[in-house]
Each structure stands twice: as structure tokens, then as C-alpha cells.
């Protein structure tokens, strides 16, 4: 698996949110965005982020494993 960065910032992001990207953006998507650029882009706070990452964790996704 390559490193992505954020197409916005052009951050790092690690693997979990690369995973994040592929659950809310779709599998296909082309951009990842770093987490503080997702909040932008979604509108939700980093809270509602980790939460969603905790709870793809608890639901065993393979994105995240
Ligand atoms: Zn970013």
C-alpha cells in the first residue's frame, strides 16, 4: 500500500484515515483528505471523525485492520 497525502494539504495520513477516506468518500475515490480537511469538507467536528474510525475498528471493517 502506498502513503497518500491529503489533496488538500498535502499532509500525511496514516492508514486509518485513508480507511475514513474510502468509507465516507467511496472505495474509488481519487482524493484523500487529511482528517482536519475532511472536518472542512464534511462539516463535523474531529470527535465525529475518531468516532466513525473507533466504530468501523468495532464492526471489524477490513479497511481498518
Ligand atoms: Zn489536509
Avoid: A, P
Avoid at 25 to 49: A, D, I, N, P, S
Amino acid at each position: 500500500m502506498t502513503s497518500k497525502i491529503c489533496h488538500y494539504c498535502l499532509s500525511k495520513l496514516d492508514r486509518d484515515t485513508v480507511g475514513l477516506n474510502k468509507k465516507l468518500l467511496g472505495r474509488q475515490t481519487k482524493q484523500f483528505l487529511c482528517l482536519k480537511c475532511l472536518q472542512g469538507y464534511l462539516e463535523v467536528t474531529e470527535e465525529e471523525l475518531l468516532e466513525k474510525i473507533q466504530y468501523y475498528k468495532d464492526q471489524g471493517c477490513t479497511l481498518f485492520v
